[in-house]
């Protein structure tokens, strides 16, 4: 992202102009103290102390490109992220971003056939979700080929982060938390789990350990018996 002019000094009833360009890859969202305005042009004039941040979105297309997050200088665990088809998970082989602050929006895309074999971590699609958000975003046909006790479809540990129209869609083999597994002093609006019970001692349909989190419009739909 790009912004000028470059950082300086002005004096109030300044007027300031404004361009913004984007790489290919991407597209301006906004600014994040709250101008409200997502034009690639505009002016100001400055009546107090502003600092002027700009938010840009990368696009997501691909699992290679997902499973840049939090490994590549490019794709900061911080950053504002929108998926733009399905994404078949199948050829990888460490299917998870470790730690996630920022905001995916999944655009109303899934992500499909998954499968977990590291039984070492908090495991899920994000190992930990901190201050984060996540949604419109779906999760269909995963594997997990190990008994890992720490595992949520979605997000491992889900803390100070906000889900919001999400689903997850598949069977479910061994003991795991459904769309999270701790769920601590967040939100979970609009979401949904359906799938088959194969093998199971514990799942908690929505997520296994809750504290200080609420939960808005939520179902979960079980075919089978635990």
Known sequence: LSITPEEKSYALNDTVTINISTPENGVFIGFKEGLGNTETNISL??????????????????????LKIGRDANYP???YYIQTSDIDM???????VDLFYGVYDGNFHAFRNIKYNDPGRFNGLFSKLIGAKICNLGIINVKKNIHSQKFGFLGGEVNASEVRNCYVISDVENSQGGLCYEFLGSKMIRCEFRGTIYDVSTFGGLANFVSGSSFEECSVEIYGSP
């Open 45 to 66: 004039r400055v009546k107090k102390d502003l600092t002027i941040v700009g938010v840009f979105a990368k696009y997501i297309d691909s699992a290679n490109e997902f």
């Open 90 to 96: 199948s050829e990888s082989n460490d299917p998870t």
């Open 77 to 79: 665990d911080d950053g």
